[in-house]
């Protein structure tokens, strides 16, 4: 099961509700992303995009994006 998650949130940063503006994630997940400050950015569009997670400083001083989603397993397979 998923949900939808605004990556430019709807309440705190006006994001429009459209597919670009969306990702899905697991119910820990968003609770994670909206609880604990994580960001989201994706690179690209389509089936190719990346989606990278991004911790709050409190987790990682550097703010090191995370690769997440589909294309996180496909480079470690490599």
Same mark, same amino acid.
């Given at each position: 099961?998923? @949900? +939808? *998650? *605004? !990556?430019?949130?709807? &309440? $705190?940063?006006?994001? +429009?509700t459209? %597919?670009?503006?969306? /990702?899905? %994630?697991?119910?820990?997940? *968003?609770?994670r !992303?909206h609880?604990?400050?994580?960001?989201?950015? !994706?690179?690209?569009?389509g &089936?190719? =995009? $990346? /989606?990278?997670?991004?911790?709050? @400083? *409190? /987790?990682d !001083?550097? $703010?090191?994006? @995370? %690769?997440?989603? $589909? =294309?996180?397993?496909?480079?470690? =397979? +490599?």
């Amino acid at each position: 099961m998923t @949900r +939808a *998650h *605004h !990556i430019k949130w709807w &309440t $705190r940063d006006r994001g +429009a509700t459209d %597919l670009a503006n969306g /990702v899905l %994630l697991c119910e820990s997940c *968003h609770h994670r !992303i909206h609880d604990n400050g994580w960001d989201i950015r !994706i690179d690209g569009v389509g &089936t190719r =995009a $990346r /989606v990278w997670f991004i911790p709050p @400083r *409190h /987790v990682d !001083i550097d $703010r090191t994006p @995370r %690769l997440g989603g $589909r =294309a996180r397993f496909d480079y470690l =397979a +490599a």
